[in-house]
Structure formats: C-alpha cells, structure tokens
C-alpha cells in the first residue's frame, strides 16, 4: 500500500523542509514517511494515529528533525468506525506493527510520545540500503516517551550512533528496552520508570560491543530480570528496584559492569566482566 504521508526530499528542490502537524491518520498502512531520499529539517507534532504496519518512518535525513506530541494507540480507528472489534484490531497490532522506525538520521528529537497496543513502540537499526553515501547512524534524542500494552518498548537492533532517553516510562511484554547485537555505540537512560511483568526491564543482546548506562531509573517490577545483559559493557547507578528476585543478570559475553549507589537490586553474575557495587 502506497505511504499516507510522504515528506518532500531535498533532491527536489526544497531541501525537504516538510511539517505534518495537526492530523488524525485512521487506519494508514504506513502513516508518514520521511526518506528514502534525503530530506532536512522535517517537524511532525500533534498527531493521532492508528497503523497498519508502521506509524512514523525516518529513513534519511541529514539535519535536525522534530517530532512532539505524538500518539500512536488502536482506539482512534474504533472510535472512528465502531464496526471495528477493539480486541481483533489490538491482537492484530501487537503482532505486526512499529510505531517508529529511525534509521539513517542527523538528528532527531521525539518528546511527548504515547504507543499503546502496538509490537514496537520505537526502533531504531541502519538503513536498510548503504551506499558511499550513506551512514549507518540514527541518532534520536528522546524525552518523556510513555509505552503500554506493547511487545517491545524501544529496540535499538543496531548501528553505531548514540541514543539518549530521559523520562521513561514504559511497560511492555518482552522488553522495555532491547539493545541487539548489531549496536556499537552507547545508550544512555537517564530517570522514568520501566516495568515488565513477564519479562525484562532491559536486554542486551549478545554480539552487542556497545556501552548502556542507565541512572535514577525505578524497575517498576519484572518476570525475568530488571537487566539481562548478555554483551556490551553495562553502568546501572543510582536506580531502584521494585521487583522480587534476581534483578541484574551479568550473562557470558558481558564485556563491563559497574554498579553503584543501587537500591533492590540483587545481581547474578555469570560472566568473566569486572563487577563493582557500592552501597
């Protein structure tokens, strides 16, 4: 299906400077997209939507890029057509679509973002066709992101850019965030609340080289670990548990791992990586 919103690139003439403010998108199969040619400067605010397959798609910009006020959840399409089971339609989303992708990005800055029923609530990977051109770097700055409902909160699958995220707060099935093996830069999780009941707090996959470090952060609870790294190096300082349990598991292939300054939250170790706990 055709996209519902496709931002103008800077190889027309405009330099892309492209705004979608205002909208309520029903049922878009992929609701806007900015990519895959080049584009700059692009602002996406006030928007509703319930997709198909894929909410937001940021495939190539080159310069600064905001998106504010954004709400992605199944209950837009069923108030507009009450036909439409709710039950169907959220099984149905949380098996098949991403709220957000980034992937080659100069750039961008998301605040205010709410996804419900959703299987992603944000992913972030390299771009799917590199060139001499191209760059394998999506850096996104994000603030006060709130998550519910989904499979996966935020999966940062790969890339060697850094991504910043402040004020959390996000409950999912699986993972509130997932760091994977393709990442080689660092993540920082500053403050909010991550809460999953049958899963992780936050994975790290194995084969991932890059470095998380996560401060002030409350796991609200989970069914497996509050951290379950199994690459990468690892910083968790000045966060609390709220869960029962094993919250921290160091698995082989951990590279690093400090831990200071922590409150309820016990650590399995099982990894040769040097660990450090203070208070």
Request: glycine share 12%; charged share 20%; with cysteine.
């Amino acid at each position: 299906y055709p996209v519902t919103i496709q931002a103008e690139s800077s190889q027309e003439g405009n330099y892309g400077f492209s705004t979608v403010r205002y909208c309520t998108l029903v049922n878009p199969y992929v609701g806007i997209r900015f990519g895959p040619a080049a584009n700059e400067l692009g602002v996406i605010e006030h928007v509703y939507m319930t997709p198909l397959k894929q909410g937001i798609l940021v495939q190539y910009t080159t310069d600064v890029g905001r998106i504010r006020d954004i709400h992605i959840a199944s209950e837009y399409y069923t108030r507009y057509d009450a036909s439409v089971s709710g039950t169907v339609l959220k099984d149905y989303m949380k098996a098949a679509v991403v709220g957000m992708e980034f992937q080659r990005s100069d750039w961008q800055q998301l605040s205010d973002y709410t996804a419900r029923d959703v299987h992603t609530g944000v992913l972030i990977r390299k771009q799917e066709v590199m060139t001499a051109a191209l760059v394998d770097s999506a850096n996104v700055v994000m603030s006060d992101i709130r998550m519910s409902n989904v499979v996966t909160g935020i999966d940062i699958a790969s890339g060697r850019s850094s991504q910043i995220l402040t004020k959390p707060d996000i409950t999912a099935d699986e993972a509130c965030i997932r760091v994977g093996a393709g990442f080689s830069a660092a993540v920082s999780v500053n403050g909010g609340i991550l809460t999953s009941p049958s899963g992780s707090g936050i994975v790290v996959e194995a084969g991932s080289t890059g470095m998380l470090s996560v401060m002030d952060l409350t796991f609200g609870g989970w069914g497996d670990y509050a951290v379950d790294a199994s690459g990468g190096a690892l910083v968790v300082q000045g966060c609390q548990g709220g869960g029962t349990g094993t919250a921290v598991r160091l698995a082989q292939g951990t590279q690093s791992a400090s831990l200071d300054k922590n409150r309820n939250l016990s650590v399995e170790a099982h990894s040769r990586s040097e660990e450090r706990r203070v208070g």
